[in-house]
């Protein structure tokens, strides 16, 4: 593969990363900030106690996490190197 072909492909997976964490973050917060009206809201709608939300709420966390480490930032790492060989 050319070099030049690496360091795109890893900028873009890195800015994925990025993307991806700040878009995480923006989500964190806003779970945060209205969880008693979304919880209130969830809880009428859907018939789903605040436990069990909180535990959907974590699984959402836990493979958005995944997602982002090891679709967006194990590949930037791995074509990093790559780079640095050539």
């Given at each position: 593969m050319e070099p030049e072909k690496?360091?795109?492909l890893r900028n873009l997976f890195f800015r994925m990363f990025v993307v991806g964490i700040v878009i995480?973050?923006?989500l964190l917060?806003?779970?945060?900030a209205?969880?008693?009206a979304a919880a209130g809201w969830v809880m009428h709608l859907f018939s789903v106690?605040?436990?069990t939300l909180g535990r959907i709420v974590l699984?959402?966390?836990?493979?958005?996490?995944?997602v982002v480490l090891f679709f967006f930032l194990?590949?930037?790492i791995a074509l990093h190197w790559m780079a640095k060989k050539h």
């Open positions: 690496i360091i795109f995480a973050l923006l917060g806003a779970t945060l209205f969880w008693n106690d605040e436990k699984t959402f966390f836990t493979n958005v996490r995944i194990v590949p930037a």
